[in-house]
């Protein structure tokens, strides 16, 4: 121990020492003076000087031994109720600072503990557990961006050095510079996906409402994806309720459809269908977007609402796991629901139901 602490330890214990010897002395004076003045009243005794001397000097004695004992005592007992419980959550709260967020606090059972130190290491545990959360969602963030970074660019960067081959057929220039195109776009799309989370997620998107016509809106997001479902030949079926006007943010809920129809038309396969309907009551609108595609699980079903979750681990069709967190982030903004039923080889559909106003 150093010596500081020691001076440091000593003081204190006079200090306590000090304060139990100034309380003892108090009562057993207060105690000994009306014994004393009792016992000459009823006795009629007077004692000599000699005596008072001694009795004084006893009483000192006995002052002195019982604020010792006292003071031992409380030292005891401030250590096993106060200090301790302390020192173990100071020793969390330096090890969570090093950033280990696995350290938790033992609840005490000892007889004499102050509940509220209970109350404090519990909160202390839910931080830490609160604390270790976060940090493993960052890292896992960071894992997905990287990875999912790492094959557009390569895509680019293979392109870029196919490019620099001299005596280049027209054809295969175009064909390069389209693929280097490609990997850039899915890089920006991903880098607008995230953002565009992050700006939903930390609430920094009001919604703006105005008054419009959903139907409309569904056919006119429909109509972007004219050329792919031509190309791939899909059944395309429509059933959408006339003049549902709903008071919502246009922008945001035209992500929703997006990623919807851009989901049925890429897990459709060639010749299959993709349906849309829209129903409405007087206060809810319903739209299902349903498709005859591969389908999926239910383990898979159960995790598509999360970041950078892609249900093809081989990622043989393309995307980032990005759209559906975004399209459930908006549903909830708006207060409305999402749902998927899906069967694999059969298809799967989609319900969003939000309020009209
Ligand atoms: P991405 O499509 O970019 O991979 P999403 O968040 O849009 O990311 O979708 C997550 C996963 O949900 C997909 O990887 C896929 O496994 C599954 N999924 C979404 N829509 C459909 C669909 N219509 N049919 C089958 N699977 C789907």
Redesign the pocket.
């Known amino acids: 121990m150093k010596k500081g602490s020691i001076v440091k330890n000593v003081l204190k214990f006079l200090n306590h020492y000090f304060v139990f010897f100034l309380l003892v002395a108090f009562v057993i004076t207060c105690c000994t003076m009306l014994f004393v003045s009792m016992l000459s009243l009823s006795l009629e005794i007077t004692l000599s000087e000699s005596d008072i001397s001694a009795a004084a000097k006893l009483t000192f004695l006995n002052v002195a031994l019982l604020s010792l004992i006292f003071t031992i005592v409380d030292i005891i007992r401030r250590k096993r109720t106060v200090e301790q419980p302390v020192k173990s959550i100071t020793n969390a709260a330096e090890r969570i600072i090093k950033g280990d967020f696995s350290v938790r606090v033992k609840p005490l059972g000892r007889l004499g503990i102050d509940e509220n130190f209970n109350r404090i290491i519990d909160c202390f545990n839910k931080m830490a557990e609160e604390l270790g959360g976060v940090e493993t969602l960052r890292n896992d963030f960071i894992a997905n961006v990287s990875h999912e970074m790492k094959t557009p660019l390569s895509v680019i960067q293979n392109y870029g050095t196919l490019l620099q081959a001299p005596d280049l057929s027209d054809e295969k220039r175009i064909e390069y510079a389209k693929g280097i195109t490609d990997g850039s776009r899915r890089l920006a799309d991903m880098m607008t996906n995230i953002l565009k989370l992050n700006r939903l997620e930390n609430q920094q998107i009001y919604p703006q409402k105005t008054e419009f016509d959903l139907g409309e809106q569904l056919c006119e997001c429909l109509l972007q994806y004219e050329s792919v479902w031509e190309k791939s030949n899909i059944e395309i079926e429509t059933d959408i309720a006339e003049e549902v006007i709903v008071n919502a943010d246009a922008e945001l809920l035209s992500h929703v459809w997006s990623?919807l129809f851009?989901?049925?038309f890429?897990?459709?396969p060639n010749g299959g269908k993709v349906s849309v309907s829209l129903t409405a009551t007087e206060h809810h609108a319903t739209v299902k977007v349903a498709?005859t595609?591969?389908?999926?699980t239910k383990e898979?079903g159960d995790h598509?609402f999360e970041k950078f979750?892609?249900?093809?681990a081989s990622r043989s069709?393309?995307?980032?796991?990005?759209?559906?967190?975004l399209v459930k982030r908006v549903v909830d903004i708006m207060q409305g629901e999402i749902g998927v039923e899906?069967a694999v080889g059969k298809?799967?559909t989609?319900t969003v139901r939000i309020r009209r106003s």
Do not use: E, P, R, W
């Open positions: 990623n851009s989901n049925a890429k897990f459709t498709d595609g591969c389908g999926m898979v598509i979750y892609q249900g093809d069709v393309q995307g980032n796991g990005l759209g559906l967190a899906s298809g799967t989609f």
